[in-house]
């Protein structure tokens, strides 16, 4: 397990995720919806299991795009390695929007 808080406040999240090739922009989408209670989950298969877990994956899988919108939608801008991760409270209140 990872501790979330910390790597937020230093911004870390975002610095992986551009390494890996992902840009600054999805990176700040990714590290925001970290910081709201979501989840980034990657993995190396073999590729005779890639179709058959990318589905899995994608089953359950935010569109990325689609929640960069919402939170421009509701005045986000970029991510704030400085914002408090979300409290418990807050991420039922943001999960129930996307229901």
Do not use: C, H
């Amino acid at each position: 397990m990872v501790d979330v808080a910390g790597v937020l406040q230093f911004g870390g999240v975002v610095g992986a995720l551009t390494q890996m090739g992902v840009s600054s922009e999805e990176a700040d989408v990714y590290a925001e919806g970290l910081r709201r209670g979501g989840a980034v989950v990657s993995a190396r298969v073999a590729d005779a299991d890639a179709s058959r877990l990318q589905a899995v994956l994608d089953s359950s899988a935010v569109r990325i795009g689609d929640r960069a919108a919402l939170y421009r939608k509701s005045g986000w801008t970029k991510f704030d390695p400085n914002a408090q991760p979300y409290t418990s409270d807050q991420i039922v209140k943001e999960r129930s929007l996307y229901r």
